[in-house]
Nanobody, 122 residues
């Protein structure tokens, strides 16, 4: 059974930074596409960033391009999301996802974490 556990969320002022981590267990992530999604209050879950198996290909939502960076350490079975220049509109629950078949996880990814809260104050 695959488990994904996110950490690193919290409260930060606008313009600040946070680094989210997603630690996987039960399966090595080296053969899987990994990604981050977020869900703000009253909104649908949306794609934030994705990274291919080896880390050579990444994809970002337009809203976070140039501010967020996704990375992975397959040896540690962990994926990261470095978030800089945070804005109040980045406030959401952030979820880690693993895809068994796709280069990047989609909304139908097979495995999800429980989420970590990020609140950006103005």
């Amino acid at each position: 059974q695959v488990q994904l556990v996110e950490s690193g969320g919290g409260l930060v002022q606008a313009g600040g930074s946070l680094r989210l981590s997603c630690a996987a267990s039960g399966r090595t992530i080296s053969s899987s596409g990994m990604g981050w999604f977020r869900q703000a209050p009253g909104k649908e879950r949306e794609f934030v960033a994705g990274i291919s198996r080896g880390g050579g290909v990444t994809k970002y939502a337009d809203a976070v391009k140039g501010r967020f960076t996704i990375s992975r350490d397959n040896a540690k079975n962990t994926v990261y999301l470095q978030m800089n220049s945070l804005k109040p509109e980045d406030t959401a629950v952030y979820y880690c996802a693993l895809s068994l078949r796709l280069i990047f996880p989609s909304s139908s990814a097979e495995y999800w974490g429980q989420g970590t809260h990020v609140t950006v104050s103005s």
